[in-house]
């Protein structure tokens, strides 16, 4: 039982349906129109994005003003209101209460000279002696108000009776 076999080279393939071509074609503007709604999706966000970038860019111009540079005479009342305000600021009620206070009266104040934008006082006085200048000097050492009290220069007066002791002192005064 020899079946024949029927070999056919020229038979073409099978044809697409009527229904199955028009289901591409459906499918295929589908396609084309997701696209061009994609397209426009992309464009709308890239608009929005500036928008975005436009507003934020004002409420930081807003809160954030640029300074304008200083002019010389603003600089300069600038400075006079800063000395003038480290002037008031001097202690100068506590610092003469501290160096008129002091218990043994072998010490004379002949001078009290400030330099504000240091905190520091430079004071001229006259001492009975050498101990007096001395113990005058660890006096305002161990203030609580003046720190860095430091002898600058001395002289004995040799020509003067009693042979007493003009000196200087330099202290820092603490700011609180």
Same mark, same amino acid.
Do not use: C
């Given at each position: 039982?020899?079946?024949?076999?029927?070999?056919?080279?020229? =038979?073409?393939?099978?044809? !697409?349906?009527?229904?199955?071509?028009? &289901? %591409?074609?459906?499918?295929?503007?589908?396609? %084309?129109?997701?696209? $061009?709604?994609?397209?426009?999706?992309?464009?709308?966000?890239?608009?929005?994005? +500036?928008?975005? +970038?436009?507003? *934020?860019? *004002? %409420?930081?111009?807003?809160? =954030?003003?640029?300074?304008?540079?200083?002019?010389?005479?603003? !600089?300069?009342? +600038?400075?006079?209101?800063?000395?003038? &305000?480290?002037?008031?600021?001097?202690?100068?009620?506590?610092?003469?209460?501290?160096?008129?206070?002091?218990?043994? /009266?072998?010490?004379?104040?002949?001078? !009290?000279?400030?330099?504000?934008?240091?905190?520091?006082?430079?004071?001229?006085?006259?001492?009975?002696?050498?101990?007096?200048?001395?113990?005058?000097?660890?006096?305002?050492?161990?203030?609580?108000?003046? *720190? +860095?009290?430091? %002898?600058?220069? /001395?002289?004995?007066?040799?020509?003067?009776?009693?042979?007493?002791?003009?000196?200087? $002192?330099?202290?820092?005064?603490?700011?609180?």
């Amino acid at each position: 039982m020899n079946q024949r076999l029927d070999i056919d080279f020229m =038979h073409s393939g099978p044809r !697409i349906s009527p229904a199955g071509l028009a &289901l %591409l074609i459906i499918a295929l503007v589908l396609l %084309l129109a997701s696209g $061009v709604f994609l397209w426009q999706a992309y464009d709308d966000n890239g608009r929005v994005q +500036e928008q975005i +970038e436009q507003v *934020r860019h *004002r %409420l930081f111009a807003k809160s =954030h003003h640029v300074a304008r540079p200083a002019t010389p005479a603003a !600089i300069h009342a +600038e400075k006079q209101s800063l000395a003038v &305000l480290r002037e008031l600021t001097v202690p100068w009620q506590d610092l003469l209460s501290i160096l008129e206070d002091y218990p043994d /009266h072998d010490v004379a104040l002949i001078g !009290i000279d400030h330099n504000p934008v240091q905190s520091q006082i430079r004071i001229t006085a006259e001492a009975k002696n050498f101990d007096a200048m001395i113990a005058y000097l660890r006096y305002l050492q161990s203030s609580k108000l003046l *720190r +860095e009290a430091v %002898l600058n220069d /001395h002289e004995i007066e040799n020509n003067v009776p009693g042979t007493p002791v003009r000196f200087q $002192v330099t202290a820092v005064w603490s700011r609180s």
